[in-house]
């Protein structure tokens, strides 16, 4: 069932394909009236964002998802009510720029030992002044027609074992969720299903996310299999954290990935508003468990 809220959402500041005031459009265009901009590793994209959604009456949630690594692990954290003012943050999020343009350099690099030429300047026309990630080598990688999908791209080279994969070296998440909170923000944890791991270790994951300050995780998110909620409201509930929820939206070309839409957040679970009053109605937070 579709909601009006959604806190999990890209725009071309990082690797979405819409702006941020045509991301406020689309997403008002399937029924959010309350939104967060959540771009990889930086802020770029608020300003423009606020506005628009201030100009459409959309009540808007500053936000942010960090790149971190858990146990060789890729895992996500997403801040929400963030200051994009804040220094700390400014200087993580440049420290976490930096290291991913030196990685799209090696990708690039060892796509052409592939004889796979071109890949950075590719990737790089289609990021634009946002940071080349992983996702704009795969949609360059299917419009120089090595791919027949960004899925079978990410698959066939940049996955782990294929000749593009390069380890990331982010943060660990303890210090992730200090830019957040230091930035007047609240730490979520963004679709734990969806990382490698059994079940066993991401029971260890969100427990040493609570006790290193995380206060949110999405209970629910885009493409998540109904049939394993149930954990995560568990999880949530034993470490008292609140339940967020966001599609992780990128691209119209991703329908299955729409604004608004996911499942409910069952209702046993404390909405997020209950800790974002500050920066976003907490009443109006709420409305995401019922949609």
């Known amino acids: 069932m579709p909601h009006d809220s959604d806190f999990h959402l890209h725009s071309t500041a990082s690797d979405g394909t819409l702006s941020p005031t045509q991301l406020v459009d689309y997403a008002q265009s399937h029924g959010v009236s309350r939104l967060a901009l959540t771009d990889h590793d930086t802020t770029a994209g608020l300003a423009e964002a606020s506005q628009a959604a201030a100009a459409r009456g959309i009540a808007f949630v500053p936000g942010v998802e960090i790149s971190t690594t858990w146990e060789g692990v890729n895992v996500h954290v997403v801040g929400l009510g963030v200051d994009p ?53 795969a949609r360059w990688l299917v419009a120089a027609g090595h791919a027949v999908d960004a899925a079978s791209a990410h698959k066939r080279f940049l996955a782990r074992g294929k000749a593009g994969h390069v380890p990331s070296d982010w943060v660990d998440i303890a210090t992730a969720i200090a830019w957040i909170r230091t930035a007047g923000g609240a730490a979520v944890l963004a679709h734990p299903l969806r990382y490698p791991i059994h079940n066993r270790r991401l029971r260890y994951l969100v427990a040493e996310f609570a006790a290193a300050g995380g206060e949110a995780m999405e209970v629910v998110s885009g493409s998540q299999a109904l049939d394993r909620t149930g954990l995560l409201v568990e999880l949530a509930r034993q470490h008292d954290l609140c339940a967020s929820g966001g599609s992780d939206f990128h691209s119209p070309e991703q329908t299955w990935l729409a604004p608004g839409r996911f499942a409910p957040i069952p209702a046993e679970c404390r909405p997020i508003g209950d800790i974002l009053a500050s920066a976003f109605d907490a009443t109006t937070l709420k409305a995401v468990s019922s949609g």
């Open 85 to 137: 003012g804040s220094a700390m943050l400014q200087d993580g999020l440049a420290l976490l720029s930096q290291r991913r343009a030196k990685r799209a350099v090696e990708i690039a690099r060892r796509l052409e030992k592939r004889r796979i030429v071109g890949a950075l300047a590719g990737a790089g026309a289609l990021a634009g002044p946002a940071a080349v990630t992983r996702t704009h080598f």
